[in-house]
């Protein structure tokens, strides 16, 4: 059967900011900037993404690239049957475990996103948003049904294949991405006050950063661009021979980092401008879907037309930035399922899209119905987020490096990355000193720090 390719390079590039740009750039960058010392962080921020999230990119983009292959397959035909196959398994495995949860964010934010359309906020006093929040999660049914549907809207796109589907999609969804992030930016930052928030986020303010700092900056960079697991190595496996890699890696990584950026100009502007402080905004889903609902109706005005589209748009957003990383991380998984198992593109989309709804559902319902199955003080939920995030995958990228520097032949990777000779590629041994050196033993620093508190 023959592959699949994409069939532009602007499609590939595009396809892979698509994975990159998630609720990780919307909802983490800006609040951990906020916390951090502003731009001191951003500047720490951009070290990690240039210094160790760039040299994985590359490999990941490498490996995917000249084995043509799912991730899983890619590194047992490149380990040669020793033990290091076993990285694109657990790549694969690690995909399809974020994939349970982050598809359960994804509904919450077609639900604000219907919410805000039809003016539903209007009214809502400021303390009741946590409330409007917690019924809706705990409720068995609602946001369940989003899920189901944000779900299927992933598996219908993965089925389209990957010129039809995942390049067609990203070519109309990122765009429209890019436009609404600029223009909400651009109306947040003309606010009264908000230049109080725009210097928030750009004062650099060293006295904040000490070793978690740069712990945090290190773990939001990996999750960010999607590294450490199959995403990108699965993409870069219809990538023509001829694509540029360390160029293709330079662009998603330059606009993953604006659109983290820019999303912070979204936020902050706003909060400061009904005299928020943003030590109250709170992080991750209470920032939000509790705080940021508030801040956009006080700002703009309660139930007024502004209000209404703005939210919109903001929900909206992120919406569009959730799916098209949701998507990336079901082309893993039914990458791996119908190449490894011999099954058609349709089968394999199908098996792993049930096992999501599955567990998926058990993510869901662990806000309500399900709040009691608790594991180290954290429900199901939680629990997927943070044994992805905090162990799965700084371990998946310290291996990936690992691999890359130390097992993958260095004349293949001279060969790869300069497409035979035809790319100049002064930074090469730079690139293979981070993946042997620098790149584990900072994950390794982290870990041990980790352990150690
Ligand atoms: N990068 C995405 C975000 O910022 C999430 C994501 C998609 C991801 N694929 C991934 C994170 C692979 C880690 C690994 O939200």
């Known amino acids: 059967m023959k592959r699949e390719k994409f069939g532009t390079s602007l499609g590939a590039i595009l396809a892979a900011a698509g994975s990159a740009v998630g609720l990780g750039n919307i909802w983490r960058f800006p609040i951990e900037t906020g916390q951090n010392g502003g731009a001191a962080f951003i500047i720490i921020y951009i070290m990690c993404i240039i210094l160790l999230g760039l040299p994985v990119m590359i490999s990941e983009f490498l490996i995917g690239r000249y084995t043509h292959t799912n991730t899983a397959g890619a590194y047992r035909i490149l380990s040669k049957g020793k033990k290091w196959r076993w990285i694109g398994r657990m790549s694969v495995f690690t995909g399809w475990f974020i994939l349970c949860y982050y598809v359960v964010v994804g509904g919450w934010t077609m639900h604000y996103t219907f919410l805000s359309a039809t003016n539903a906020f209007n009214g809502v006093k400021s303390t009741e948003f946590g409330d409007v929040f917690n019924q809706f999660v705990s409720n068995p049914w609602q946001p369940l049904l989003w899920f189901v549907l944000f779900v299927l809207l992933t598996h219908f796109v993965i089925t389209r294949g990957v010129q039809s589907g995942i390049e067609r999609y990203s070519k109309i969804l990122m765009p429209t991405l890019f436009i609404i992030v600029v223009f909400l930016a651009v109306s947040s930052v003309m606010l009264p006050g908000a230049s109080a928030g725009v210097e928030f986020l750009l004062r650099p303010d060293w006295s904040k ?3 978690t700092v740069i712990i945090e900056a290190m773990g939001q960079a990996f999750y960010s661009l999607s590294i450490g697991m199959g995403c990108l190595c699965t993409y870069a496996s219809y990538f023509e021979k001829s694509t540029p890699l360390a160029k293709t890696a330079l662009h998603v990584c330059v606009i993953d980092t604006m659109i983290a950026i820019l999303a912070g100009f979204i936020i902050f502007p706003s909060v400061f401008n009904i005299g928020m402080n943003p030590n109250e905004v709170g992080v991750g889903a209470s920032l939000t879907f509790i705080s940021l609902p508030n801040v956009f109706q006080q700002s703009l005005g309660e139930g007024s037309l502004m209000s209404v589209l703005f939210s919109t748009m903001f929900y909206f957003l ?28 349709h089968r394999g989309a199908v098996i792993v899209t049930v096992t999501v709804l599955v567990l998926g559902a058990l993510c869901s319902l662990s806000f309500g119905p399900l709040s009691d199955i608790q594991l180290f003080d954290r429900n199901i939920f939680s629990m997927f987020d943070d044994l992805s995030g905090m162990i799965l995958l700084p371990i998946g990228v310290m291996f990936i490096s690992l691999f890359a520097g130390w097992r993958l032949d260095r004349e293949l990777y001279h ?21 042997r050196y620098a790149i584990p033993i900072a994950i390794a620093v982290v870990f041990i720090d980790q352990i150690l508190r």
């Open 209 to 211: 950063v000490d070793s």
């Open 318 to 345: 992120l919406f569009v930035a959730a799916l098209t990383s949701a998507i990336s991380l079901h082309e893993v998984a039914t990458a791996y399922v119908s190449e490894e198992y011999n099954l058609t593109r």
């Open 415 to 435: 060969n790869e990355i300069s497409n035979h000779g035809d790319l100049r590629t002064p930074y090469f041994r730079l690139l293979i000193f981070s993946l």
